[in-house]
């Protein structure tokens, strides 16, 4: 099978000597194409370190991690930031958007990066039901709207996976539950690959892949056949 990712006894160390913090553990995962796979686990299990290095922010220490085939682990700065320009939208807690640019401008700002053109900004506003609100900066928006602006930005670009840390740890339910709605129709339209971290067992349930982590190791790998809608999440 063509895998989206793979990967291959994988190990992430960060400091040296008595400050030394193995945060992943020698991990080995495959992980399919077009799924909507879940990261369970408590705080300090390794849940970010593995998405930065799936998204190419970081590299990992020892193994290989494979990319549609293409080993990442050894790239270096420069093809890194390529890669992640060419195939990586990333979706955070905290939003990340640019303080002084209007919602547009802010979506404008990564398609311009990737040479797409202005409409590319506009449709991707348009499909998370923001087109009224290209010219708001980021404090008149609502938090559920700017990270609707946030997924806008990282799927303007159309990535391959979308990378997501916690997206709705700063949103109340209802607005939280309209972004994970939001999530699994890219997911089902667009074919979207997505990882998505997230404490919450409830949101796991949506997904078709739940991964724990724990002290840097997976302990558990399972599949959903029947994910829940998000509309039955509650928090
Ligand atoms: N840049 C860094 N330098 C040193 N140690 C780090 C660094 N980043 C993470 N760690 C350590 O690696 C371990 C895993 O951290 P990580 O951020 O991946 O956890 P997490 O599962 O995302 O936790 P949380 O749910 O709190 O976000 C922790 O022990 C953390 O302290
Ligand atoms: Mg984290």
Redesign the pocket.
Known sequence: MNYLYEIKSIE?I??QGTGK?V??KSMDLNIEQGKFTTIL????????????LLGALDTPTNGNIFFLEENISKYNRNTLAKFRRDNIGFVFQSYNLLPNLTALENVEFSTEITGLTKDNAKSALDLLGLSNRFNHYPSELSGGEQQRVSIARAIAKKPKVLLC??PTGALDNKTGVVALKILRDLNKTLGTSILL?T?NKEIARMSDTVIK?LN?EIVEVHNISHPISPECIEW
């Open positions: 992430k960060y400091g913090t945060a992943i686990g408590p705080s300090g299990s390794g849940k970010s370190t593995l998405l930065n840390d916690e971290i404490h982590l840097g």
